[in-house]
T-cell receptor, first 111, second 112 residues
Framework: KNEVEQSPQNLTAQEGEFITINCSYSVGISALHWLQQHPGGGIVSLFMLSSGKKKHGRLIATINIQEKHSSLHITASHPRDSAVYICATMNYGGSQGNLIFGKGTKLSVKP | EPEVTQTPSHQVTQMGQEVILRCVPISNHLYFYWYRQILGQKVEFLVS????????KSEIFDDQFSVERPDGSNFTLKIRSTKLEDSAMYFC??????????FGSGTRLTVV
């Protein structure tokens, strides 16, 4: 079974700072998701990655399949980025694309 | 943008009662899921549903739980004889195939 570890667990930043959240996993995967969970509880999908790098606005996600590691970067952070960021791994074969979740990184961006 | 809709947003029930959590997935999606998140813990997989049947279930998904897609649009999770430890946020999700997930906004279930 895949073990998904995230670091740090909590992160406080000043507005404008560059932020990095890390995710590592123990077995090979088909894809990795980065998700955002707001205080109300809803989950929004940010990225699905199987290789390389993706960018959307101020968010950048990278994955290194050989090292079983992914990072989520936020450039020019803003208080509205405050949320829990979760990585989750996915395998198509065997399982029906079920996600295995990390514990999340709680980000707080101060003005 | 298409959404996954979950109702109710919050449900309070007495221990031992049955609850039905409802979801309307995105219409052209093929795979449907229920996940749950106990307060302060990580999200856990419950069950996946494909081609009108359960395709995989976790150890959590025992005889107390059942899922149905009664009319081709709604996707329900039934929890029989609720226990205090069933209190959690329950998320429905769907995906079209090889692309990513869309999650509903969740149902917060409180068992008292």
């Amino acid at each position: 079974k895949n073990e998904v570890e995230q670091s740090p667990q909590n992160l406080t930043a000043q507005e404008g700072e560059f932020i990095t959240i890390n995710c590592s996993y123990s077995v090979g995967i088909s894809a990795l998701h980065w998700l955002q969970q707001h205080p109300g509880g809803g989950i929004v999908s940010l990225f699905m990655l199987s290789s390389g790098k993706k960018k959307h606005g101020r968010l950048i996600a990278t994955i290194n399949i050989q090292e079983k590691h992914s990072s989520l970067h936020i450039t020019a952070s803003h208080p509205r980025d405050s949320a829990v960021y979760i990585c989750a791994t996915m395998n198509y074969g065997g399982s029906q694309g079920n996600l295995i979740f990390g514990k999340g990184t709680k980000l707080s961006v101060k003005p | 943008e298409p959404e996954v809709t979950q109702t109710p947003s919050h449900q309070v029930t007495q221990m031992g009662q049955e609850v039905i959590l409802r979801c309307v997935p995105i219409s052209n999606h093929l795979y449907f899921y229920w996940y749950r998140q106990i307060l302060g813990q990580k999200v856990e997989f419950l069950v996946s549903f494909y081609n009108n049947e359960i395709s995989e279930k976790s150890e959590i998904f025992d005889d107390q739980f059942s899922v149905e897609r009664p009319d081709g649009s709604n996707f329900t999770l039934k929890i029989r004889s609720t226990k205090l430890e069933d209190s959690a946020m329950y998320f429905c999700a769907s995906r079209p195939g090889s692309y990513g997930y869309t999650f509903g906004s969740g149902t917060r279930l409180t068992v008292v």
